[in-house]
């Protein structure tokens, strides 16, 4: 005969789950420490962090959203579980569904039954395919108090989370925040300290080059000075007067090629430091500037055997920061020669509709090209100016220097692109035409 459980058998039950759980809150914080002190890379962190959760309350899926203060939105910036190609990259409102309530309150909630919350988001399952049906989720904040994300796991593999779940993911997101904390500030100091260096080569090099700009314009003056002395009775010589045309020449080119190292070298440091480069704007031909960097680029181009391919419809002349706009199409169209070989990448150039932008039209300069493509989460690291080389020694400085440029024009940085299928990237710039005022 089987005796019924009395208050000690319950309590031995009880002791023995209570210590389960300590386990588990144990374990979890050992491996996110481990797994934490081995990487300072942020992307590495948030792919540790997630993978320690879900282990920790035997999750299927989970999202860790970071905030972005620039339009009130909370990205999926690392996302695990089928639908995580989908799902990278996208943001949502902090109005919006669970994810939002939990950070605007900073208090986390067990969500056993999302089709009975009204907070609960359904429109992103029902857009994925992936339905919840227990979801748990916590707020992300730095020591000080200061909330940058949430932590959010899906579907738990038996039964319904409980409290005990709870305690150890906050306990996991309390570290995952000083872990993402330091992970940003390591990346920020790294910066820093790169922008300081670029920024002493800028002044070394404006050093160097100050010989040569006096020596310039002195041999200059010397010339003109020679020239203005020979009897104009006699008139020039033919010969003297080619030598003047030369050497007037090649004083444009030389002062030209100091003042673009200038420029190239402070580009630069802004792109590194984050700061946007103030435009110079004056009206150009874009066609003809973007003819002559192709120009610039097919020697690279054949060495990959690309074919670059021009479609650069006539527009009217606009203020642009052409220097800017030079080297953002530069940075584009090498970047994507590499990665489209045998291939083609087009440069189109046109006028567009664009109600986002003052005067509801653009001149839109798209690189399009035909090669290997790009995973979503890296195609929106690059949109939202936190690129991360992929090429051997690449350092994603490229890429900041377009934002820079789209930025300073007050413009629009677009793309998309599919592993296999190719990527193309679209700076709309405001359409500033020659006679109108640019406007504050």
């Not at 007067?241 to 100091?258: C, H, K, N, P």
């Not at 946007?276 to 973007?290: G, S, Y």
């Not at 680029?297 to 054949?302: E, I, P, S, W, Y």
């Amino acid at each position: 005969m089987r005796q019924a459980s009395g208050p000690d058998d319950r309590s031995a039950t009880e002791l023995r789950a209570t210590l389960a759980a300590r386990n588990r809150q144990i374990a979890a914080v050992h491996a996110i420490s481990r797994l934490l002190s081995s990487s300072l890379d942020l992307d590495d962190r948030l792919r540790d962090i997630l993978t320690v959760s879900l282990d920790a309350v035997d999750a299927v899926a989970g999202t860790i959203f970071l905030h972005r203060a620039a339009d009130a939105s909370l990205v999926f910036r690392y996302v695990v579980g089928a639908k995580a190609r989908e799902l990278t990259g996208q943001s949502i409102p902090i109005t919006t569904g669970l994810a939002g309530a939990v950070f605007r309150s900073g208090r986390s909630q067990i969500t056993n039954r999302p089709h009975e919350a009204v907070e609960h988001d359904r429109e992103v399952g029902r857009r994925i395919g992936f339905p919840s049906e227990t979801i748990l989720t916590v707020p992300l904040r730095h020591q000080a108090g200061t909330p940058v994300g949430v932590l959010q796991l899906l579907n738990k593999r038996q039964g319904d989370f409980d409290g005990d779940d709870l305690e150890v993911l906050e306990i996991v997101a309390s570290v995952a925040a000083a872990a993402i904390e330091t992970a940003q500030l390591a990346r920020d100091a790294q910066a820093a300290a790169i922008a300081h260096a670029v920024g002493d080569l800028s002044h070394d090099i404006k050093n160097k080059v100050a010989p040569i700009v006096t020596g310039v314009q002195a041999l200059r003056a010397d010339l003109d000075a020679m020239f203005a002395a020979l009897d104009p009775r006699a008139g020039t010589p033919a010969a003297a007067a080619l030598v003047r045309q030369s050497y007037g020449e090649t004083f444009d080119i030389v002062m030209d090629q100091v003042e673009a190292v200038q420029d190239h070298t402070r580009l630069i440091a802004d792109a590194l430091k984050g700061t946007i480069t103030p435009p110079d704007l004056a009206p150009h031909d874009l066609a003809a500037v973007l003819a002559a960097q192709l120009e610039d680029l097919a020697r690279v181009a054949r060495r990959h055997a690309v074919r670059l391919v021009p479609d650069l419809a006539p527009v009217p002349r606009c203020r642009v920061d052409r220097f800017l706009v030079e080297r953002a199409v530069y940075n584009l169209v090498d970047n994507a020669i590499p990665v489209t070989p045998h291939g083609t990448v087009t440069v189109r150039l046109a006028v567009r509709p664009e109600p986002r932008l003052p005067g509801g039209r653009c001149v839109e300069i798209t690189i399009a090209d035909a090669g290997h493509g790009m995973a979503p989460d890296v195609l929106a690291r690059i949109l939202r100016g936190e690129p991360k080389s992929t090429k051997p020694g690449g350092t994603g400085l490229g890429t900041r220097i377009v934002l820079n440029a789209v930025a300073a024009h007050r413009g629009i940085f677009e793309g998309e692109s599919a592993p296999g299928a190719g990527t193309t990237f679209r700076m709309k710039l405001p359409l500033l035409l020659e006679e109108e005022p640019t406007g504050g």
